[in-house]
């Protein structure tokens, strides 16, 4: 009798290749920031110099919105980041730099600059290097800028407050809405300390003339997973920023400058599917 034929072994399937797909990360954020730098409204320059702890303390309002997102697929992403903010400075934190031409007598010791104020920033990074837990992103973007600032101090005897408005016993320089656009370049670097720990910095310059004279920023951070639920991974990002701008337009009663940088901590929480 002829032999039963062996039985074929089975086959195994091949997994095709996992396709890259995009991620998303969305991280809303508090940055404590202090002030330190020249403001000019209406031709009148003060000099600011501000913790985050006095604008605290002396401002009649204190508002703030801030968040960050990127979307990554492989070693390209997008980003966005959301500044809003409208902050109070007063007393000994705003002094007399200079007035605008024409201005003569003296000025009352009590100075208030109040500014609203909106930075969005968009742009789009791409990996260039990576060794082990250290990879490089190269960025490339721009930033929108755009305030409104008052600046007020007490009436004093023979001030010819020329163009200002009056209320009461004080005189007002408004700004008015002021906006510009600054082209932005830097680069990130990421280091994975451990699963789900990253270390981060990063650094960019911009402006160039386009829009504000020069600005640069650098951010350096800690982010730590603690957490997921239903596909969403948490973090918490703690770090330190410091954004620097130096703009100015117009000349004598019209001119404005934001001349400024602001710093500070930042505390975060991400949230990554």
Same mark, same amino acid.
């Given at each position: 009798? &002829? ?7 089975? =086959? !195994? ?18 940055? @404590?920031?202090? @002030?330190?730098?020249? !403001?000019?409204? *209406? +031709? ?5 110099? &501000? ?14 919105? %801030? +968040? ?31 007035? &605008? ?11 208030? @600059? ?32 755009? #305030? ?17 408005? =009056? ?21 990130? =670097? *990421?280091?994975? =300390? ?7 910095? *990063?650094?960019?310059?911009? +402006? ?40 100015? #337009? ?9 001349? %400024? ?9 991400? %949230?990554?599917?």
């Amino acid at each position: 009798m &002829a032999a039963d034929p062996a039985p074929l072994a089975p =086959v !195994q399937a091949i997994e095709a290749p996992a396709v890259p797909g995009w991620t998303y990360r969305v991280t809303p954020y508090g940055w @404590l920031t202090s @002030l330190d730098g020249t !403001q000019a409204v *209406r +031709g009148r320059s003060v000099k600011v110099d &501000a913790s985050f702890i006095d604008i605290v303390e002396k401002s009649d309002s204190l508002v703030a919105l %801030m +968040g960050n997102v990127e979307a990554r697929n492989g070693p390209f992403a997008l980003y966005g980041d959301l500044v809003w903010s409208k902050v109070g400075v007063e007393g000994g934190n705003v002094r007399t730099r200079t007035l &605008a031409p024409g201005v003569t007598g003296t000025l009352g010791t009590s100075l208030n @600059l109040d500014i609203e104020m909106a930075i969005v920033e968009v742009g789009a990074a791409y990996e260039v290097a990576r060794s082990g837990p250290l990879a490089v992103d190269i960025l490339g973007g721009a930033r929108y800028w755009h #305030q409104e600032a008052d600046l007020s101090f007490e009436i004093a005897a023979a001030v010819d407050i020329g163009d200002l408005e =009056v209320a009461g016993g004080r005189a007002f320089g408004r700004s008015g809405s002021v906006d510009w656009l600054d082209p932005v370049i830097g680069a990130r =670097v *990421r280091y994975a =300390v451990a699963p789900g720990h990253e270390l981060f910095l *990063r650094g960019d310059i911009g +402006g160039f003339g386009v829009g504000s004279d020069f600005s640069w920023q650098a951010i350096g951070g800690y982010g730590f997973d603690f957490g997921a639920y239903n596909g969403i991974t948490f973090s918490g990002v703690i770090g330190y920023r410091a954004l620097s701008v130096d703009y100015a #337009q117009s000349e004598g009663r019209r001119r404005y400058e934001f001349d %400024m940088i602001q710093h500070g901590p930042v505390l975060g929480l991400s %949230m990554r599917w």
